[in-house]
């Protein structure tokens, strides 16, 4: 097969020309030492994008969310997640390996927690009982299928927050996608928080990076806290270069990728086996259930492997496909005819 269309997920985005233009011309300097120019001007971009004091330059999205975590907390406290955050099922148990934090689990409506329910659940320490120190929200939610966590939802969580005066981490990753499906700007979701975790290498199409933007106080023991996990980078302009492109040329195409996707689910939703409601597809993540009468999900992924389509399983029954800028209208119409000939 010459040509595959990939919507396994949006991190296997290509840097553009202009990246691999501004990687090779970069100016660097040692960033462990604090004397990179090109991550000096990521790290104020990206604070000021966001409406806050600072920011940190990390190598992937789980560091940026393992660091905020373990400088917010102590151990033996404990932290309020959502049941299908990120944060909680996909990012190696950093919570109790790094932090030794206890995660406190609750459910949702498509990630947007109750915020009475938070309430009930934030307790102080005793001999016997861990202290609520933090509260990690996820916007836009990868497992509920990129669904956008609504602003108001978000304001509530906040005003339990400082009533028990807890602080709150936005794993923001896809926090463009969040913008572009709701027409609000990013800093009124950043807002919320005290601290926002975003990635630079899945839609914005950078190679690699995270940012992690909050208080000065925050980051400044944030680079502590990188540097401790083996985060310190030296000449790393060289990737941050492409940062500032993607932050500079890149977001305002994101809305592309949401666009794809609700044309992928509304076109594939009627197919036999497909589990799929398309008004729940915000932004550029489309799971769906799979329960067809003869085939299997690893056989029919592997059938649209033939066909040049790569996706993911995300549980027994389910699949994901994601789309970003280098699957184009082309790629999603040949997913959608790799459907019909598969499934019909």
């Known amino acids: 097969m010459d040509k595959y269309s990939d919507f396994r997920s949006d991190t296997v985005t290509r840097p553009t020309p202009n990246m691999r233009k501004a990687m090779a011309e970069a100016i660097v300097g040692d960033d462990v030492l604090g ?24 190598p992937s999205g789980t560091m940026g969310n393992s ?20 944060i909680y099922n996909m990012e190696s148990t950093h919570m109790t390996f790094i932090s030794r934090v206890l995660p406190r689990v609750l459910n949702s409506n498509r990630g947007a927690m109750d915020p009475d329910d938070i309430e009930k659940n934030i307790r ?4 016997h009982i861990p ?23 978000l304001k509530e969580i906040r005003k339990i927050a400082d009533k028990h005066e807890i602080k709150v981490h936005l794993d923001g990753a896809r926090i463009f996608n969040a913008s572009h499906a709701t027409k609000i700007p990013v800093k009124d979701y950043a807002a919320i928080a005290d601290s926002v975790m975003f990635c630079l290498s899945k839609g914005l199409s950078a190679p690699i990076g995270s940012m992690l933007i909050g208080p000065r106080e925050f980051i400044d023991m944030a680079r502590r806290v990188r540097k401790a996990l083996g985060g310190g980078m030296r000449q790393v302009g060289i990737i941050a270069a492409a940062g500032l492109v993607a932050l500079t040329e890149m977001v305002d195409r994101i809305q592309e990728d949401n666009i794809r996707a609700k044309k992928l689910a509304l076109a594939i939703a009627g197919f036999p086996g497909i589990k799929l409601e398309p008004e729940f ?10 329960n067809h009468p003869r085939l299997t999900v690893s056989e029919f992924l592997n059938r649209l492997n033939e066909r040049g389509i790569l996706a993911l399983q995300v549980s027994k029954k389910e699949i994901r496909f994601v ?18 000939a598969i499934l019909t």
């Open 124 to 127: 102080k320490s005793s001999v």
């Open 323 to 340: 789309t970003h800028k280098d699957v184009d209208d082309e790629d999603v119409d040949r997913a959608i005819s790799a459907f019909r």
């Open 35 to 58: 004397d990179d120019p090109t991550v000096q001007k990521l790290e104020e971009m990206s604070a000021g994008m966001m409406g806050k004091d600072a920011a940190v330059f990390m």
């Open 281 to 290: 597809i915000q932004t550029n993540i489309v799971i769906f259930g799979f």
């Open 67 to 86: 660091v905020a975590i373990k400088a917010w907390t102590r151990e033996l406290e404990e932290v309020i997640v959502e049941a299908k955050s990120h």
């Open 131 to 153: 202290k609520t120190s933090l509260i990690c929200v996820e916007n836009t939610h990868n497992n509920w299928s990129g669904a956008v966590v609504p602003l108001d939802n």
